[in-house]
C-alpha cells in the first residue's frame, strides 16, 4: 500500500521532471533543426484507479425507550454501535455491530417482562446484532454512464444479511437475507437519496416455540405441538429501505454544523413461521412492520470546535423514533402484543431518541480525499472479515466437543497518538451445545448429547485503545534498542449469548504496553493490565424468584423454583460482580522474511491473554458456593500460520488481500471456571470425574478478506 504524503507526491513530482525534460528537448531540437518533425509531447498515464476509495469507521452511544414485543411497553435502552462503510471499484459495504442493554422491564430468565407482569428483579436483558450490506453499481460494472440521469446517480445490485440475539427470557435470535436494487439519488448540499426494494427472507428462534417435553415451562401451549428446535422458518417477503442524508448548507456560515439525516425499513407479511406437521396459531401470522427515522438532527461538533479539518470527528445528535408492529408481530391481535385481551402497547413505540458518534478512520492512504465526512488525523485504517470453523470447541457444563462457526470482523487504526483495535465474533454452534431452554443442568438429556434445541450462538467484542508516551510527549525517551514505544492502554470486552444462563459479559482493562521491533518485520507487544469484570448467570437467581404472580408459570405449569443449594442466598437479580485482578496480553507477528524471495507468503501471529482469579461474582451481603470461585484463565491462540493467496495469485499490490491461515487455539479455564475442582458442577460430574469441558483445545481453519 502506499505511504500516504511520500510516495503519491514523488510520483507526481517524477511527472513533472519528464514533461519538463520533455519540453527543454523538443525547444532544443526545434532551434537546432528546424526541418526536423518536432517531438509530441505525451502527458503522463492516468493514474491507477485505487480499489478502495472510502474507509469511514464510526463509534456511536444512544439513550432510546421503547417497546420490546412480548416483555416490555417502555424499556429505557442504552446502545453502543459501531459502523464501518467503505467504497470501492465497483461498490459500497457496510458493516454494523451493536449491543443494547435494557433495563428490568424486558427482563432475563426467570422474569418474564412488565407486560405480563410486575416488573421483578432480574436482570435487564442484552441484545447483540451485526448487520452487512454490498451494492454493485451498475455504472461501474459496465463502465457507462447510462445509469446517472439528471438527480440518479446510479443503479446497483444490493446484497446483505443480519444476525441478532437477545438473552431475554425467550433467548430469541434471528437470521435474515435481502436481495434487491438499490437506487441513488443526488440532493442539494452535499445529499444523497437512496431507496431499494428488496427480496427478504429471516428465520427466528425463540425458546418458547420448543416442544413441551424439552421447552419446560415455556414451551408452546395446546394444541400445537411447537417446532422441534424452535426456529420458525418465515415465507420469504418484499422489503423497501430508504436513507438520506443533506448538510444544511442554506444556513448562514455561522451556522452550518448541521446536517439532517433519515432512514426508514419497512418488511411485509411473511407468515407465522410454522412449517409442515409443526402449525401455529393464526394469531401468530406476522404482518407489515414499519421501523422509521423520519428525521435526525445532527450538531458538528468537530467542525464547531476545530474547524472544518475536523468535521463530523464527533456528531452529537437528536432523532425522532416510530416503529409499528415491531419485528412483524401485529399489534392488533399477536399473543406477544395482548395481555388479557387487551393492548399492552409493546408492539409499537415512538419517540425522542439522542447519541453521540465519533469517527475513527479516514479515507485510504493515496486516494481521493471523496469522504463527505471530511479527513482527521487518522493515518491508517485496515478491516478484515474472518470465517472459520473449530472442529473441537467446548461449551462449558454442557459437552467437551461442539463444532462452532466462526464470523470475525476486525478493525485497526493508528492515529496521532496512538491505536485503536474492534475484534467481533459470532460463533453458531452445534446441537450439543444448544440455546435456551435446552440445558445440561435444568432439562438437557445428557451431557455432550445432541438436543433438540437449536445450536447455541454467541457474540464476543473486545476494544483496546493505546495512547503512546513517545506521541504524548514528543520525545524518543520511550524508544531504545528493540524497544519501540511504552502506551497507556484501555479496554473494554463485552459477551452474551442464547444459552440458558443468559450470560452478559462486562469487563475493563486499563495498564501499559510494551512494543517492541523484531528481526524479519516482527513486533512483540506486552501489556501488563488491570481487569474487572461483570456478568450474569440464570443460575445465582435465588430460588422463588421471577415476576410475582406468573413467574414462569404462564403457561399453567409450577412457577421457578431455582437451583440455587440451601444455604445461599444467591443474588437479587443474578448478576455477578467479581473482583478486580490482573491480566497480561501478549500479542507477535512475523512477516517470516527469512525465507527466500519464493516463498515469501507466508506470516506468523498469535495471542495469550492471562486473566487472574476473581471470585465468584458474589457482592454485598449476598452469597454463592465456593465451588463457584474462579481460577486462572488462559485463553490462546499461540500460534497462526497464514498464506497471502493474494499476493501469490496477484501480486504484491493485493498483498494481505485474501489469506488462509490454520491455528491452534487453547482455552484453560474457561470463563475463569475451576477445572481442577471437583465440586464444580460445569466442570466435573456428579461422580467426581472431569468432563472436559472447562479447557477447550482445537486446531482449526480458515480465510480472513481486507477491505
Not at 520525545?475 to 470486552?493: K, P, W
Not at 452474551?496 to 524479519?520: C, H, M, N, R, S
Amino acid at each position: 500500500m502506499m505511504r500516504k504524503g511520500v510516495l503519491p507526491g514523488t510520483v507526481a513530482g517524477l511527472f513533472c521532471m519528464l514533461a519538463a525534460a520533455q519540453a527543454a528537448d523538443q525547444t532544443s531540437d526545434t532551434a537546432r533543426e528546424i526541418p526536423r518533425k518536432a517531438v509530441t509531447l505525451k502527458a503522463p498515464p492516468p493514474a491507477e484507479k485505487p480499489f478502495f476509495l472510502v474507509n469511514d469507521n464510526r463509534v456511536t452511544v444512544s439513550q432510546f425507550s421503547g417497546g420490546v414485543p412480548g416483555y416490555a411497553k417502555n424499556s429505557q435502552s442504552t446502545t453502543l454501535a459501531y459502523t464501518h462503510y467503505d467504497t470501492w471499484a465497483y461498490g459500497s459495504n457496510s458493516f454494523s455491530l451493536l449491543t443494547s442493554k435494557y433495563d428490568h422491564g424486558a427482563a432475563t430468565a426467570p422474569c418474564l417482562g412488565s407486560v405480563l407482569a410486575p416488573t421483578g428483579l432480574c436482570a435487564g436483558g442484552v441484545a447483540a446484532s451485526a448487520s452487512i450490506r454490498s451494492t454493485f453499481g451498475w455504472n461501474e460494472l459496465f463502465d457507462t454512464n447510462a445509469f446517472s440521469v439528471g438527480p440518479l446517480t446510479n443503479i446497483s445490485f444490493l446484497v446483505g444479511a443480519d444476525a441478532s440475539l437477545s438473552n431475554i427470557f425467550t433467548a430469541s435470535s434471528n437470521y435474515d437475507v435481502l436481495a434487491g436494487l438499490q437506487f441513488g439519488f443526488s440532493l442539494p448540499y452535499k445529499g444523497y437519496f437512496n431507496i431499494s426494494p428488496m427480496y427478504f427472507q429471516r428465520m427466528q428462534h425463540g425458546a418458547q416455540l420448543m416442544p413441551p417435553a424439552f421447552g419446560g415451562p415455556v414451551s408452546m401451549p395446546p394444541p400445537y405441538p411447537g417446532l422441534p428446535d424452535g426456529v420458525m422458518h418465515f415465507t420469504p417477503t418484499w422489503g423497501l429501505d430508504f436513507n438520506y442524508y443533506m448538510d444544511l448548507g442554506f444556513l448562514p456560515e455561522t451556522l452550518q454544523y448541521f446536517s439532517i439525516s433519515g432512514r426508514a425499513a419497512i418488511r411485509g407479511a411473511d407468515g407465522n413461521g410454522g412449517y409442515g406437521p409443526y402449525p401455529r396459531s393464526p394469531f401468530s401470522n406476522r404482518t407489515t412492520a414499519y421501523a422509521l427515522e423520519p428525521v435526525r438532527l445532527t450538531l458538528d461538533a468537530g467542525k464547531l470546535f476545530w474547524g472544518a479539518s475536523y468535521a463530523h470527528l464527533v456528531d452529537v445528535w437528536a432523532a425522532w423514533r416510530y416503529e409499528k408492529n415491531i419485528s412483524g408481530y401485529a399489534e392488533a391481535y399477536d399473543t406477544s402484543c395482548i395481555t388479557k385481551g387487551v393492548y399492552n402497547g409493546s408492539c409499537s413505540s415512538n419517540g425522542i431518541y439522542y447519541g453521540m458518534t465519533v469517527k475513527l478512520g479516514a479515507p485510504v492512504p493515496g486516494t481521493p480525499a471523496l469522504s463527505p465526512f471530511g479527513t482527521p488525523f487518522f493515518t491508517s485504517v485496515d478491516n478484515s472479515f474472518t470465517y472459520g470453523v473449530l472442529p473441537s470447541a467446548t461449551a462449558p457444563g454442557e459437552t467437551a466437543k461442539t463444532v462452532k462457526q466462526v464470523y470475525a470482523f476486525t478493525h485497526t487504526d493508528s492515529w496521532a497518538y496512538g491505536t485503536n483495535r474492534l475484534y467481533a465474533e459470532l460463533l453458531k454452534s452445534d446441537h450439543r451445545d444448544p440455546a435456551s431452554p435446552c440445558s445440561a443442568i435444568y432439562n438437557h438429556p445428557a451431557f455432550g448429547a445432541t438436543a433438540p434445541c437449536s445450536g447455541n450462538m454467541e457474540i464476543n467484542a473486545a476494544l483496546r485503545s493505546t495512547i503512546g508516551f513517545n506521541e504524548v510527549f514528543n520525545t524518543t525517551a520511550f524508544r531504545a534498542g528493540a524497544l519501540r514505544n511504552v502506551s497507556f492502554e484501555i479496554g473494554a470486552d463485552g459477551r452474551t449469548t442464547l444459552g440458558y444462563a443468559a450470560p452478559a459479559k462486562e469487563a475493563i482493562v486499563a495498564g501499559l504496553q510494551f512494543a517492541f521491533d523484531l528481526p524479519f518485520k516482527s513486533y512483540l507487544t506486552i501489556a501488563p493490565l488491570y481487569y474487572q469484570e461483570w456478568n450474569h448467570s440464570t443460575y445465582a437467581v435465588p430460588n422463588n424468584a421471577g415476576n410475582s404472580p406468573y413467574g414462569v408459570g404462564l403457561y399453567g405449569v409450577p412457577p421457578y423454583k431455582g437451583l440455587m443449594p440451601a444455604g445461599f442466598t444467591g443474588t437479587v437479580d443474578g448478576n455477578l460482580h467479581y473482583d478486580p485482578t490482573w491480566a497480561l496480553e501478549i500479542d507477535y507477528g512475523s512477516a517470516l522474511d527469512f525465507l527466500p524471495e519464493s516463498l515469501r507468503y507466508f506470516s506468523l501471529s498469535g495471542h495469550v491473554g492471562i486473566y487472574g482469579p476473581k471470585g465468584n461474582g458474589a457482592y454485598g451481603g449476598y452469597t454463592l458456593p465456593s465451588s463457584w470461585n474462579t481460577r486462572t484463565e488462559i485463553n490462546a491462540e499461540p500460534v497462526r500460520l497464514s498464506f497471502d493467496a493474494s499476493k501469490a495469485l496477484w501480486g504484491e499490490k493485493y498483498a494481505h488481500f485474501v489469506e488462509a491461515f490454520v491455528a491452534y487455539r487453547y482455552w484453560h479455564n474457561k470463563f475463569g471456571l475451576d477445572g481442577s475442582n471437583p465440586a464444580n458442577g460445569i466442570c466435573f460430574f456428579a461422580n467426581g470425574t472431569s468432563n472436559k469441558s472447562c479447557t477447550e483445545q482445537t486446531v482449526y481453519t480458515g480465510v480472513t478478506v481486507k477491505f
